[in-house]
Each structure stands twice: as structure tokens, then as C-alpha cells.
């Protein structure tokens, strides 16, 4: 799905120099910035059920942990590679720096696809992941989640090797647990409803009603399923929605113009996001090629998938209609296509203020499995959307005073602070 021309870790470093420069960081600060603090590249041996060994290649990357301990997922995906988790914990040490958690960033990923193992194969897996790794993962060290492909059950059994082996309870080591075993209430929800917090309040800004605007999203896994819930919810109208379709080896856009059921695709869709063609058909979708996404004559596209998708090569096919790219994904936008939409005056809202909601949700399930006292729904959505609401008028109000791309805005908040804590630790 990704584009290979491009390396999210050369991305993710090019945005970085750029407000580096801007910033006049000094130079200790800025190498150590630039580049993770700790990577672990280790092998699983898993047995398979038909007796066989496989040997999955697998990551955990420590970005920076100078605001607090290490804080990200673990992505299961058929093309991970060192330099994807490599920017995508990079990635989170923003994350958590622009919403004001005090974490830090780090990533993991498995070369796997989980579609071709059967359940007791991803347990095999998960808990050979902890038993490589279980020095270096932690309630005050490095705190994984769920990403791509992975889920609840998959940090459950994470977590029940790690306190096999340190032998005790330590449900702050992992989160986005199931609710009733150290889950929070909202965790599933909170990434998607965390972008259309942040988009709720740039359409406010924008003076224009959520209720008079459409959307075409790409993937319809957890974040693009709860983003699409929400905005309908406010009134939006969800035109169409791209997603890779597992039988066939491809991705399709389900198109309706009168606005998409997103229950009704919700239970047409397998583990992983991927939607029932055959279904879809009956349902009355239009099934046109993947990349039709992008061409839809639409008011904001919400790239909900994977990296590299928005490169200057599609730039050409988004409608001149498109006034908002919402980037619920990690690095969905190429550093070479920023100026191309800055240009064309459509707002950016940035992938690490975006999706913050997901790691913001994550903290708060720490904070309740440390009083080991769980919060109602309500109260974690309340304090969801007023962190993010908080986060997106910093971001927005410093782009307006400073005249600053909303990306570059982002980054300044964030590195600002993550370089402050660097400062006060007397790193540099
Ligand atoms: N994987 C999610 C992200 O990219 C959540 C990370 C977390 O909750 O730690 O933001």
C-alpha cells in the first residue's frame, strides 16, 4: 500500500531539520533528536500449528523518553522495516509532546501478516515478542499498544508473558488492554473521535457547519471506522471509503453518494479493516479502484491508512473542492507534497496532533490502572476531547500569530518542549 520510493524515516527527519532551522536548536539537541535512543532488532521463532517453525523478524525502536517513558504501538504488517518504526516512534515522541502527556516516544513492529496466522500462531507471537524484549518494555520504561493489525487480545497476552515472567501484576506495562482487564472505556474509540475532535474545532474556526460537508477517508480499520462514526454523528456526510480487500490482493474505494452507512460497513468488514466487496455490492456501494479516494469531490480527505499515500505524483487528482486534509494516519503526507497543498490553500491538520486521541486515551489508562480505579465512559470522552480541543487551539492560534503551516506549528510546539525537557535533564 505504502509508496516505496519514499522512506517515512527520511521524512520524518526532513520535516524535523526543517523547523530545527527554524527553531536555531543547538546542535547537541538536534542529533539527538533526529535519531532514535534505542533500537532493538530481534528475530521470534514461532511455532506453527502444523509442527513447522517460522522465524518473524521484529523491532522495538526508543525514539526519546527525556518527557517521560517510552510510548507507542506495535504495527503487524507484512512490509514493516526498521526505518517505518524508526520514524513512526519519532513520530510519537511529537505525539505525546504536542498534547502534553507526559510520555515519551517509541514504536514496534513485526514482519508479519496476520491474516495467515490463525489465533494460537498470534499468541505464539505476541508472547514470543515479550519474552525478546521483556527487559526492555515497562510501566516506567516503554509502554506499548495496539497500531496496525494488532489489537486488544494481541497486548492481553503481551502483557500476561511479561507478568509471567516479572511475576506479579504490572497492568500499566501495556495499553489498550479489553475493558474489565485493565482497559479503558473509550481506548477503541479514541483515536478516530480524537481527529474529529480536532476537525470539529478547525470547521468552527473556519466557519463552516460540519452538517453542510462531505469526506472520503482511506482504510477502515479501528481509527477510520471511529472517525467516520463520529463525523456522521455530527451531521458530515461520508461519501466514500477506500480499503484493502484481502481475497483479491487490492484495495477498492466503496462509494455512495448519498453518504455511506458506516454501521452497515462496520459489519460487513473483517479483523483488519478490510471490507466485504461482494457485500458492498449488495448493499448498493460503488466499488471503484483504490485510489479513487483521492479524486472524490469532496470537502475533507481523511487519510486513515498507512504512510506515503499523499505524494506530489496524486497531488494533481485531489479535488479543487478539497478544502481540509485531515491525516488520522502516521505520515500519510510526503515532506515534498506540504508546499503543493500549502499552495493551494487547504488547511493541514497534522497527523501528530490528529491522531493524538488514541496515546492521549493510552495515558489515561495508565492513570487508572495506577489507582486501579476505572473512570465512566463520559468522563474519558470529556477529558479526550478537551485535551484535544486544547492541543489543536495551541497548534492553530501559533500558525495564525506566526503565519506557520499547521505541520510546522505542530513540530514547533513539540520539539520546543521535548527539547526543553532534554535541557533540564542536562542532556544538551
Ligand atoms: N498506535 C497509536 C498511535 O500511533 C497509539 C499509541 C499508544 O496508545 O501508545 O498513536
Not at 180 to 190: P, V, Y
Not at 284 to 304: F, R
Amino acid at each position: 500500500m505504502a509508496t516505496t520510493a519514499y522512506n517515512p524515516f527520511e521524512n520524518a527527519q526532513i520535516q524535523f531539520d526543517q523547523v530545527a532551522d527554524l527553531l536555531e536548536l543547538n546542535s547537541g539537541t538536534r542529533e539527538l533528536l533526529r535519531q532514535p535512543m534505542q533500537e532493538i532488532h530481534f528475530t521470534i521463532p514461532v511455532k506453527m500449528d502444523d509442527g513447522t517453525t517460522q522465524v518473524f523478524k521484529a523491532y522495538r525502536i526508543r525514539h526519546n523518553d527525556a518527557r517521560g517513558p517510552g510510548k507507542g504501538g506495535i504495527r503487524f504488517h507484512p512490509h514493516e522495516t526498521a526505518d517505518t518504526v524508526r520514524a513512526l516512534s519519532m513520530w510519537m515522541t511529537w505525539k505525546c509532546a504536542v498534547v502534553d502527556i507526559p510520555l515519551g516516544g517509541g514504536k514496534g513492529g513485526v514482519v508479519c501478516d496476520p491474516h495467515h496466522l490463525s489465533l494460537t500462531e498470534q499468541e505464539r507471537l505476541c508472547r514470543g515478542y515479550i519474552r525478546q524484549l521483556f527487559t526492555q518494555v515497562g510501566p516506567n520504561l516503554d509502554v506499548p499498544a495496539p497500531d496496525v493489525m494488532t489489537n486488544g487480545q494481541h497486548m492481553l497476552w503481551m502483557l500476561d508473558e511479561y507478568e509471567t515472567i516479572n511475576n506479579g501484576r504490572f497492568p500499566s506495562m501495556i495499553t489498550g488492554k479489553p475493558v474489565g482487564m485493565g482497559g479503558s472505556l473509550g481506548r477503541k474509540e479514541a483515536t478516530g473521535y480524537g481527529v474529529v475532535y480536532v476537525l470539529k474545532n478547525l470547521l468552527k474556526e473556519l466557519n463552516i457547519p460540519t452538517q453542510e460537508t462531505t469526506a472520503s477517508i482511506q482504510g477502515f480499520g479501528n481509527v477510520a471506522e471511529y472517525a467516520a462514526r463520529m463525523y456522521t454523528e455530527l451531521g458530515g456526510k461520508v461519501i466514500a471509503v477506500s480499503c484493502w480487500n484481502q481475497s483479491d490482493n487490492q484495495a477498492y474505494t466503496f462509494k455512495k453518494q448519498a453518504g455511506c452507512d458506516i454501521e452497515q460497513l462496520a459489519q460487513i468488514k473483517d479483523d483488519f479493516g478490510g471490507i466485504d466487496k461482494e457485500k458492498a455490492i449488495d448493499l448498493g456501494y460503488e466499488v471503484l479502484p483504490g485510489e479513487d479516494w483521492l479524486k472524490q469531490e469532496v470537502d475533507i480527505l481523511i487519510p486513515a491508512a498507512l504512510e506515503n499515500q499523499i505524494t506530489p505524483a496524486v497531488f494533481p487528482n485531489i479535488s479543487e473542492k478539497v478544502k481540509i486534509i485531515c491525516e488520522a494516519a502516521n505520515g500519510p503526507t510526503t515532506p515534498d507534497c506540504d508546499p503543493l497543498i500549502r499552495e493551494r490553500g487547504i488547511t493541514l491538520l497534522p497527523d501528530f496532533l490528529c491522531n493524538a486521541g488514541g496515546v492521549t486515551c493510552s495515558y489515561f489508562e495508565q492513570v487508572q490502572c495506577g489507582m486501579n480505579y476505572f473512570w465512566e465512559i463520559e468522563e474519558v470522552f470529556e477529558k479526550l476531547e478537551s485535551a484535544m480541543t486544547k492541543a489543536f487551539y495551541a497548534v492553530y492560534e501559533l500558525s495564525l500569530e506566526k503565519d506557520l503551516y499547521m505541520r510546522d506549528a505542530a513540530y514547533t510546539i513539540a520539539i520546543q518542549r521535548v527539547a526543553e525537557a532534554v535541557r533540564l535533564r542536562g542532556w544538551a
